[in-house]
């Protein structure tokens, strides 16, 4: 399980330059957050083989000291309260601040590794002044400098050193299904409805139960493990971090599931929180069910399904063959309907076909609709295989792999969908040279 390293300090210091650094052309998210703060971002990276998360917790904020240092807590409560590690930037052009005595009195408190990450220290001056900053009584500091990674590299050996080790591999026999989706969508109601009263046996595995429980459901003929985001709520006055929260618990979820069970308000639509989570089980390769719920409140006529459905499908381009499911967790209906699309789609993601059959059905198609040639050569894909790899992935060796553009590549996609059903689930397609 990959873990969460947060980065905390004062507007200014460099953090979004170090945080662009670590993720360099990957993807982040962008957790818009509106009205004072800046733009909080999430991405993943590894240094030395181990992957982490990295949150750059933003803080520029507009506004008196007050506004201020009402922030920097948030950020520094937000890091606490999601992260398995911490950096905590300062700038050694301003030397030390009051405001980064604050921090580092909270951070002194807290149980959990603080990398005190001493930023723009590009010259040997700046590198004599950072001692100051042994004054924050944090220890050991990381002379850094963001702008050309000088520093960076002693720092992120410090920091996966001391990330908790992967605990979840081994137990990963059951099916895992996450539930996840916007505060409020009926996580819980859904999960409570489906466990009932007596909660069958509910383990809690050590190390994760701060931002999710695991449930084992074994009913009806079905056995996995309910991956719960929803059980735990932290406490928040403020309605952007619930959301943020939020967020980041799915993020972890998704992670370590195989299938994900987006719950989504159906009189909020798949707006652009959803969309993140879509996204990101996407990415993640996960298999994926979209639950709209709530669907007891929609006016209804005789089209109102189809016309939902098809909006939906729209803003889920270009994977679309993703299953939805319009359920009431009030009434429950539907609610069984759920978990049985969810163990179809599981079923989908491990599917293993035969490479005799696979060639069997895939040759012929080839050959009737070959990929187009490009700049005068022919492209010939002499055969192909499932790859064994936990999700679908698959290789068609060809004579001049690097030819093959795209639009083939969803060709293929898509006859591999009609001809074997991997409905819900991302597949992956490449081309070897052979
Ligand atoms: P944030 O508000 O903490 O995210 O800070 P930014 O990453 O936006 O950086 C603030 C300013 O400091 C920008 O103008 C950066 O170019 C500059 N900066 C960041 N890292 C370094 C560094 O290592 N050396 C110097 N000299 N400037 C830096
Ligand atoms: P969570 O934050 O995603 O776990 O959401 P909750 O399960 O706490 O549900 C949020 C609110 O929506 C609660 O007041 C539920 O009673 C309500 N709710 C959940 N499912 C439904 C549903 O299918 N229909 C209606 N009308 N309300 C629902």
């Known amino acids: 399980m990959s873990s969460i390293v947060a980065i905390v300090g004062r507007p200014n210091v460099g953090k979004s330059t170090f945080f662009n650094r670590l993720i360099q052309r990957r993807e982040a998210i962008v957790d818009s957050v509106s009205g004072v703060t800046r733009d909080r971002h999430y ?5 030395n083989g181990r992957n982490f998360s990295v949150i750059d917790t933003g803080g520029y904020v507009l506004g008196s000291d007050d506004v201020f240092e009402a922030e920097i807590d948030k950020q520094v409560e937000l890091a606490i309260g999601e992260a398995d ?7 050694v052009e301003t030397g ?9 009195k909270l951070l002194r408190k807290v149980n959990k590794p603080v990398f005190l990450a001493v930023n723009k220290v590009d010259n040997s001056k700046r590198l ?8 924050l009584g944090l220890g050991e500091y990381f002379p850094i400098a963001s702008t050309n990674g000088s520093g960076t590299g002693e720092l992120l050996d410090a920091l996966v050193e001391a990330l908790p080790e992967d605990t979840r591999e081994e137990e990963a026999e059951l099916p895992r299904f996450a539930v996840v989706g916007r505060p409020n969508a009926g996580k819980s109601s859904f999960i409570n409805a489906l466990i009932g009263e007596d909660r069958y046996i509910v383990t809690d595995i050590a190390g994760t139960t701060r931002d999710s429980i695991d449930t084992r459901y074994n009913r009806f003929g079905f056995e996995f493990n309910l991956v719960d985001t929803a059980g735990i709520r932290r406490k928040s006055k403020v309605k952007e ?4 929260y939020s967020v980041m618990r799915s993020v972890r979820a998704i992670e370590h599931c195989d299938v994900c069970l987006i719950v989504m308000d159906a009189t909020r639509g798949f707006d652009g929180q959803v969309q993140n989570i879509f996204w990101l089980a996407q990415r993640n390769r996960k298999g994926i069910v979209i639950l709209v719920n709530k669907w007891d409140l929609l006016e209804k006529e005789t089209n109102t399904m189809k016309e939902y459905e098809a909006n939906i ?19 429950k209906q539907r609610i069984f309907k759920a978990i049985e699309t969810a163990v179809e789609v599981y079923n989908n993601r491990s599917k293993k076909i035969k490479t005799s059959e696979l060639n069997e059905v895939m040759l012929p198609i080839i050959e009737s609709y070959p990929p187009p040639a490009y700049k005068g050569k022919y492209v010939k894909i002499k055969f192909c295989m499932q790859l064994p790899t936990p999700q679908p992935q698959f290789a068609f060796f060809c004579n001049l792999p690097q030819y093959v553009k795209d639009p083939y590549k969803r060709f293929l996609e898509n006859k591999l969908r009609e001809e074997f059903d991997f409905t819900g689930v991302p597949v992956s397609v490449y081309f070897r040279k052979k």
């Open 313 to 331: 499908r729209r803003e889920m381009e270009p994977f679309t063959d993703v299953p939805i499911v319009f359920m009431s967790v009030l009434t």
């Open 241 to 244: 971090d619930l959301e943020f």
């Open 43 to 47: 991405g993943k990276t590894d240094w």
């Open 128 to 135: 004599e002044n950072a001692v100051e900053f042994y004054a």
């Open 96 to 104: 030390v601040t009051p405001m980064d005595e604050d921090v580092a």
């Open 85 to 91: 590690a911490i950096i905590f930037m300062v700038d």
